[in-house]
């Protein structure tokens, strides 16, 4: 019998297990790939990531901003991960690591080997579904020098969020379902370029957001070839919701296997590695949780804000990051963060909704309140 087993070696499930072995309890892990490279661009607050060496930023951006109709800079560093260097300050010295791809019933059955068995599969275990109904973020980026993305960035060191309208044929009047330009330096000679929808359900066609992105960083004198032959791509599917699904009996899920992912952002890096922690110095005093994300006030205020987000229209979606844009830092911080309280995140939306127009806070409280509706993604 061992201390626990953990299936799924993704961000979550490798930092409980290596936080679980510095504590002494001895670990199974089971992963189809369990020394996978990890591929994303994983970027976090650097304040998220207190415990972790130095070296698992690749690239620190100190002033971010976010751009709706103002320009908003962001007083808080940001920072892009080094996946190879977060892997490693992650060991698995000690680990059982058993190669395997587990459904629900072979996790399950982990528990005639461990006292605890943990759910770290991630959001689509048994795979990708065809049309998946659930709200999912997407996103398509490429990755160019910095002197051809010098005219996308226009003298911002990273840009978290730029709501601008130049991605429909008419930037005039876009409709539709909206979207955003992620534009990061990943270190002094390259920068990811990403057009992202936070939200629709279905997810928005990454077709549709490779065009946007075309023809948005066309408008700003991007060079075409540096977008139609990009140093790298990226495609980006995250499910808000995470699984979605109760974990097998008597199972523990951690990381978007289970409720760790921010219903908001779609963020669950930070919050796991941070979490693996907490949840192994449980588990080393054998203090065994109900649930690892267990469902707090404050879930009810981010799914409120799903909601919405997927049912905005564009200038809905650009008024209310515009009023994010202007709270002080305090509050974005609450909007953003997964562990942040229901007190502390009613305030910030309170916050959000007081700095909003009178047409963005009618729009604001139809799209948290209305009816469903589905808003076209693939149109401009
Ligand atoms: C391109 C991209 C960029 C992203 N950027 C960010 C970001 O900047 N910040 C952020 O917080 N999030 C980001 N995300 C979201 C992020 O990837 C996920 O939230 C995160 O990887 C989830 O971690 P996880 O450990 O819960 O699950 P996963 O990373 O999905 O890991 C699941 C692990 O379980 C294994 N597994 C799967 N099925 C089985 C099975 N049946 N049996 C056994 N093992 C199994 C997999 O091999 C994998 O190792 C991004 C996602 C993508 C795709």
Redesign the pocket.
Known sequence: MRDVAI???????RALASACTVRGLSVLA????PG?AWT?????WTEELAGLPPGVVRHRIEVPELWARERHRLPRAYAVLDNQALQAALPLDGVEVRE????DAGVAALTAEARVVVD????R??GRRSQDPAPAQTAYGVVVSREDAAPALAGAEGILMDWSTDWPETPDSPRGVPSFLYALPLDEDRVLLEETCLAAAPAMPVPELRERLRRRLQRRGVRAAAVEEPLER?????PMRGRDEAPPAGVLA????GR??HLVT?????H?LRSARSLADRLAAADVPPAADPWRPGDLLRQAGLRALLRLDTPGTVALFEAFGTLPVRRQRAVMARDAGAGALSTAMWGMFAAMPTTGRTALIRATLGPARRLPSTRA
Do not use: C, F, K, M
């Open positions: 299936v799924g070696l993704g961000p979550a499930g089971v992963d189809p790939r996978a994303p661009t994983y970027g976090a395997g791809r587990l459904d770290a599969r991630g959001a275990p048994d990226e495609t980006v599917w995250i951690v990381g978007t296997a760790g992912g779609g963020y669950s890096v930070a796991s």
